[in-house]
């Protein structure tokens, strides 16, 4: 399974640098257009925050027949924990606490494993895989949109964590 899951995040890798791409164009034409700013403009939704809702709106949408809110939430972390741990210097994913956190797609909302068939089980793991490369593609481009934001929030992001609360944090402990 973890496997399965390093390929999800290898797949997604391509999505990034395409969504990456575009991203950066519009970075650079919002760049020339910001002399021109109004203050209708001013109350624009940042490019990050936007696409960020706009995969959200997307992978919800994709998920809501097979995930409960729970599993789609677990995603959305581990795929920017693991973008973290690829684009930021002082960040590691641990594998075994991923597959921990990952495996938490068999169980429903009150903790109990689903009793599912090979057929369930396998539909499940593959809309799991989709929508964890639909979230770490959008993490990706959000990433690469501004790499030293993205880094310093999840520096404060790991500053904010309690030692005892890091439970579905999958970053290994800083040395």
């Not at 973290?84 to 590691?92: D, I, N, P």
């Not at 310093?152 to 890091?166: P, T």
Request: glycine share 6%; hydrophobic share 40%.
């Amino acid at each position: 399974m973890k496997k399965v899951f390093k390929n999800c995040a290898m797949l997604a890798l391509p999505l990034a640098a395409l969504l990456a791409a575009g991203c950066s164009q519009g970075k650079a034409e919002a760049a020339t257009e910001s002399s021109t700013e109004t203050a209708e403009d001013a109350n624009t939704v940042p490019a990050a925050v936007h696409m960020q809702m706009s995969v959200d709106d997307a992978l919800n949408e994709a998920m809501k027949d097979s995930l409960n809110t729970g599993q789609i939430t677990m995603l959305k972390n581990m795929a920017h924990q693991v973008t973290v741990g690829e684009r930021c210097e002082g960040f590691e994913v641990d594998q075994d606490r991923f597959a921990k956190e990952m495996n938490l797609i068999h169980y429903d909302e009150d903790g109990k494993q689903m009793d599912l068939t090979e057929a369930e089980l396998n539909t499940l793991e593959k809309k799991a895989l989709l929508g964890f490369g639909m979230a770490m593609g959008s993490q990706m481009a959000i990433a690469a949109f501004d790499v030293k934001s993205y880094c310093n929030a999840a520096e404060e992001e790991r500053a904010s964590l309690a030692k005892d609360d890091d439970s579905s944090t999958i970053w290994k402990t800083p040395a």
